[in-house]
Nanobody, 124 residues
Framework: VQLQASGGGLVQPGEYLQLSCTVSGVTSDYTLGWFRQAPGKEREGVSCISRTGSRRDYLDSVKGRFFTTRDNWQKTVTLHMLDLISEDTAVYYC???????????????????WGQGTLVTVSS
C-alpha cells in the first residue's frame, strides 16, 4: 500500500489550499484520515472520512473551515482548507485504516499505513 500526499505550499492567512492523498495497492475501500504535526507539537488528527464517505469528523479548531471529499474511483481523498490561519502551519500526513466498518476516527493509532508529509505554511 502506498499513499501519496500532495498540494502543500505557502499561502497567506485567509486563503484556500487543498491537499490530495492518492492511494495505491489497495483492493477495497478504506477509511482515510488527515493528520498534522507543527514544529514542537504532537501530531493531531485533523479530519477523517469513512470508506463510503457517509461519516466524517474534524478537529474542533478546523470545523467550518476544512472539509473532506473522496473519489473512490480515483482512489483520492482531498482535504479542502479554507480561511487558513497561521496555526494551521504544519506538516500534513494522510493515512488509511483498513477497518471494515463505515465510520472513522481521529485517533492515529487506528491507522495502518501512512504517506509522506506535505508542508503547509500559512504566513503573510
Amino acid at each position: 500500500v502506498q499513499l501519496q500526499a500532495s498540494g502543500g505550499g505557502l499561502v497567506q492567512p485567509g486563503e484556500y489550499l487543498q491537499l490530495s492523498c492518492t492511494v495505491s495497492g489497495v483492493t477495497s475501500d478504506y477509511t482515510l484520515g488527515w493528520f498534522r504535526q507543527a514544529p514542537g507539537k504532537e501530531r493531531e488528527g485533523v479530519s477523517c472520512i469513512s470508506r463510503t464517505g457517509s461519516r466524517r469528523d474534524y478537529l474542533d479548531s478546523v470545523k467550518g473551515r476544512f472539509f473532506t471529499t473522496r473519489d473512490n474511483w480515483q482512489k483520492t481523498v482531498t482535504l479542502h482548507m479554507l480561511d487558513l490561519i497561521s496555526e494551521d502551519t504544519a506538516v500534513y500526513y494522510c493515512a488509511i485504516d483498513n477497518w471494515n466498518g463505515d465510520d472513522c476516527t481521529l485517533r492515529s493509532e487506528s491507522y495502518d499505513a501512512w504517506g509522506q508529509g506535505t508542508l503547509v505554511t500559512v504566513s503573510s
